[in-house]
């Protein structure tokens, strides 16, 4: 069993950064993939970023060069440092925790882009 919570959602101004983080409880070491999802309103969820446990990364195109994904395996957290958000960024985020049998969810964070 995986218990996931995010924090750091917020509103940002375009242009701005925010850093989300995602604290599990116990050891997340072994886990094989974490990812950042988001859904807007109205829409799918959507894959954002994952990261495995080797640390091999990928993105989703409309944030590649923009987000950035890590995991800190000692203290147990998955992070996303978002830059140059945009009002398309607006969503609510959620982390996943893959154990190779199933995934993990976390309640989500707001994430909201506005002038």
């Known amino acids: 069993q995986v218990q996931l919570v995010e924090s750091g959602g917020g509103l940002v101004q375009p242009g701005g950064s925010l850093r989300l983080s995602c604290a599990a409880s116990?050891?997340?070491?072994?886990?094989?993939?974490m990812s950042w999802h988001r859904q807007a309103p109205g829409k799918a969820r959507e894959l954002v970023a994952a990261?495995?446990?080797?640390?091999?990364?990928n993105y989703a195109d409309s944030v590649k060069g923009r987000f950035t994904i890590s995991r800190d395996n000692t203290k147990g957290t998955l992070y996303l440092q978002m830059n140059s958000l945009k009002p398309e960024d607006t969503a609510l985020y959620y982390c996943?925790?893959?154990?190779?049998?199933?995934?993990?969810w976390g309640q989500g964070t707001q994430v909201t882009v506005s002038s």
């Open positions: 996943n925790a893959y154990n190779g049998i199933r995934g993990y």
């Open positions: 116990g050891n997340i070491f072994g886990i094989p993939r």
């Open positions: 990261v495995t446990s080797g640390g091999s990364t």
